[in-house]
């Protein structure tokens, strides 16, 4: 390789463009508002879930009882996962950045 083609290789700089094709507004909606539906599925998965447990709790039904604390416990990932993407996914984008 010569040195004019490894100086090409180093010069190169593509940052993400916002404005690069039509539709990104309306797509970066369309993902907010999935994220929305998530949490809120997240949310009726707690409820549904922490019922299961009562349940299972008060009728001495073990069995029952764990399905619901693993739904919960689920449940709580998903939402953790849905409001931690953009921030994942932006440390992510930092790393790669850098190296």
């Known amino acids: 390789m010569t ?6 290789m180093t010069d190169i700089d593509i940052q993400p463009n916002t404005d690069g094709l039509p539709g990104i507004d309306q797509f970066e909606k369309i ?3 999935m994220m929305t539906v998530g949490l809120i599925c997240a949310v009726l998965a707690v409820i549904i879930s922490a019922i299961v447990w009562a349940a299972g709790a008060n009728s001495s039904n073990p069995s029952l009882a764990g399905r619901g604390k693993t739904g919960v416990l689920i449940a709580l990932v998903a939402a953790v996962i849905c409001g931690a993407a953009v921030a994942v ?3 992510a984008h930092g790393i790669g950045q850098a190296v």
């Open 89 to 91: 996914v932006n440390f």
């Open 3 to 8: 040195s004019s083609n490894r100086t090409l």
């Open 31 to 33: 993902v907010g508002a």
